[in-house]
């Protein structure tokens, strides 16, 4: 099945400090990604939606020049949380489907916890 | 715009009981609907998904739903639960047609006594 892995799974940074995740599709290929942000005992708030070869979508309240979202092949996209502050801490996961399946559900990746201190 | 709601925050069965979790929606066109669970400590992954056809849509490990159009619902249900069903459970809808974002409810916290 279509796998999606994402990168690093957990991150420990200081405030200030930028901090990269990766994600990638690695038995397929998508021109979508999407981020995901969810909080403890909360439920997945989608932040933006990555698209391949242009400029990512963001849903209102997310902080763009914040979260930078690079989709730069049809299997990689990067989410960049930029001078990082312990309100950033979170899990952020992120999500794709098959370009070539239409409307398959979401493949997720395993998440990446991300602690400032 | 569209939305989930999950009105089942946390519920708690003993083992062999039956389950159906609640999932309402709101959107104005044609919809594909998934329910998700998450067990501790790891991923989502996908128990069933709803496009179009039968509106009973059966899933993995017993799972089944019902998508009921009148009353914009998709009910998770099964007929007797195991321990091992604790978990997390989202329901979720993405707008059918084009690459559309998906929406999320806001999870229903299942737990299976022995």
């Known amino acids: 099945g279509a796998v999606v892995s994402q990168h690093p799974s957990w991150v420990i940074c200081k405030s200030g400090t930028s901090v990269k995740i990766e994600c990638r599709s690695l038995d397929f290929q998508a021109t979508t990604m999407f981020w995901y942000r969810q909080f403890p005992k909360q439920s997945l708030m989608l932040m933006a939606t990555s698209n391949e070869g242009s400029k990512a979508t963001y849903e209102q309240g997310v902080e763009k020049d914040k979260f930078l979202i690079n989709h730069a092949s049809l299997t990689l996209s990067t989410l960049t949380v930029t001078s990082a502050h312990p309100e950033d801490s979170s899990f952020y996961i992120c999500?794709?489907?098959?370009?070539?399946?239409?409307?398959?559900?979401?493949?997720f990746g395993n998440g990446t916890r991300l602690t400032v201190t | 715009a569209q939305s989930v709601s999950q009105h089942n925050h946390h519920v708690i069965l003993s083992e062999a009981a039956s389950l159906e979790l609640g999932c309402n929606y709101s959107y104005g066109g044609t919809v594909n609907l998934f329910w998700y669970v998450q067990y501790p400590g790891q991923h989502l992954q996908l128990l069933l998904k709803?496009?179009?056809?039968?509106?009973l849509v059966k899933g993995i490990k017993g799972f089944e739903a019902e998508f009921i159009k009148s009353k914009f619902s998709f009910n998770l249900r099964k007929p007797s639960v195991q321990w091992s069903d604790t978990a997390e459970y989202f329901c979720a809808l993405r707008p059918s047609g084009g690459y559309q974002k998906v929406t999320f409810g806001t999870g229903t916290k299942l737990q299976v006594i022995p």
């Open positions: 709803y496009f179009s056809g039968d509106p």
């Open positions: 999500s794709a489907s098959p370009v070539s399946e239409g409307n398959s559900p979401l493949h």
